[in-house]
Every structure is written in structure tokens, then in C-alpha cells.
């Protein structure tokens, strides 16, 4: 799905959620970020939390005749308790003369993703293991990817806004919100899930869903009679700014 933002008619931002050929509407430049998926996070069966996607940025001329394929790539989902850190997608933009990547949350390890093909390419940050609180990694969109060392997820470096923030600004910018806490809370955007962790018997205990590329939080327990299962990793995204219109 595309989602266009603009002010008096003139098209300022395409949120692109969806995987799709986009074609620009108008001539002009601008920004295009793509973001890879996180991955879930863990059960006890590996002890981590999922790692975020890649982020690359670019600098870029729209041309009205020129087709871009977006891939957005999905969160990885657990799909048994228990589980191991399952892998989110990646993302690519390209258009036949620029070709952008960004991976997703890798599997297994709760590494980050890498990126390439932008004017930067950042990291994502890695899931944590229970030893260091078990919150899912973060996005980084002006440096690699953070991971707090808590049980909260892993926040971008520029944490303004609330758990549910969405924040695109303008000059081709923007702001991840915060990561989400302990007791399986939410991430925000760009941000990673919290850890939760109970000792009660006969549970079922989920880790916290990464928000946009931000990793799962880990579930965990101190009962082996409780099932565990990861929090889900945050969806990738292509965000298109643009800066001119011509």
C-alpha cells in the first residue's frame, strides 16, 4: 500500500508498505529509505532476541518515466513456542541504474542486518541474550543499529515520540520512538520489543513485536512447565521524500 503525505497538492512522501512497482508521479528529488524486517525473537530454545534490519538511505532524481520494484520485506513470526529466532525479509528498491538493500534480522544469531547500495548503509542492532536482558535491536538511521542492555528493546539513537510514534520529517530525516519495555512491551517505530520473562507455572509468556524493522523481544521463563514464545519482528518499509518537485 502506498500512503502519500503532502501539503496544497504537492507530493512531499510515499510510505510504501507493500511490495509493488512504483512509479513516480511527478519529476523531481528526494530521499528513498528502505528498511529491512526484524526477526522474532527467541524462546528458551536459544536464549536471544531477534536483531533488526539494515537501513540504507539515498539521494535520488524521480523521473516520471522510470519504474522502481519495491520488495518489502515481512517480520519474522514464530510459529512454534519455544522457538528460535526466526529471520525477517528483506528490502530492495531499485530502478535499473540504483539498486538499494537492506537486509533483515538474521536467524539464529539475533545479528542485525546489514545494507548496501545507499549514500549510508547502517547495521541493525542485535537482539539481546537473556544474560543482557533480552530486548529485540533497533534500526539506526544515522548510525548502526542500538540495543539497549536491559530487558526494554533496543531504541533508535534519536528516541523522541512514544511507543506508538511514526515520525517522517521533512529534509529526508527520520525518528524512530522508543523501545519497548520489559514485561513484553511493544517497540515503537524503528524500535525493538521487550523482553518478558515470568517464573509462574503452566504460562504461556510472549515476548514483545518489534515495531517498523525493529526486532522481537525474547520470551522467557524460570518454569520449564511454561511455554515461550518470541515477540514478532517489525514489517520492513520503503519510505520515498521528496525534496524538489520540477
Known amino acids: 500500500m502506498a500512503v502519500l503525505l503532502g501539503v496544497d497538492s504537492v507530493l512531499e512522501t510515499v510510505i510504501l508498505t507493500t511490495s509493488q512497482t512504483w512509479t513516480p508521479p511527478v519529476d523531481g528529488t528526494g530521499i528513498i529509505h528502505v528498511i529491512g524486517a526484524g526477526a522474532s525473537g527467541g ?9 533488526a534490519g539494515g537501513y540504507s ?3 535520488v532524481t524521480f523521473a516520471t518515466g522510470t519504474n522502481w520494484t519495491i520488495v518489502v520485506g515481512a517480520g519474522g513470526l514464530p510459529n512454534a513456542v519455544n522457538q528460535a ?3 525477517g525479509g528483506n528490502s530492495t528498491a531499485a530502478d535499473g541504474s540504483t539498486s538499494m538493500l537492506a537486509y533483515g534480522g538474521t536467524a539464529g544469531s539475533g545479528l542485525g542486518g546489514a545494507a548496501s547500495g545507499g549514500d549510508v548503509n547502517f547495521l541493525g542492532g542485535t537482539g539481546n541474550g537473556i544474560i543482557e536482558g533480552g530486548g529485540g535491536g533497533a534500526v ?7 540495543t ?3 530487558a526494554s528493546g533496543g531504541h533508535t539513537t534519536d528516541a523522541n515520540g512514544g511507543a506508538d510514534s ?3 520529517l521533512g529534509l529526508g530525516q527520520l525518528i524512530g520512538g522508543s523501545g519497548g519495555g520489559s514485561g513484553g512491551g511493544n517497540g515503537g517505530f524503528l524500535s525493538g520489543g521487550g523482553n518478558n520473562t515470568d517464573g509462574a507455572a503452566n504460562t504461556h ?4 513485536k518489534g515495531g517498523i524493522g525493529g526486532g522481537g523481544g525474547m520470551g522467557y521463563s524460570t518454569n520449564g512447565s511454561s511455554l515461550r ?18
Open 43 to 51: 524462546g528458551d530454545a536459544n536464549n536471544r532476541a531477534g536483531g
Open 57 to 59: 538511505r539515498k539521494a
Open 85 to 87: 529466532v526466526i529471520a
Open 140 to 146: 539506526g538511521v544515522f548510525a548502526a543499529g542500538s
Open 148 to 150: 539497549t542492555i536491559s
Open 166 to 168: 511514526f515520525l517522517v
Open 205 to 208: 509468556i510472549s515476548g514483545g
Open 229 to 246: 514464545t518470541g515477540g514478532a519482528g517489525g514489517d520492513g518499509l520503503v519510505v520515498i521524500q521528496y525534496l524538489t518537485v520540477t
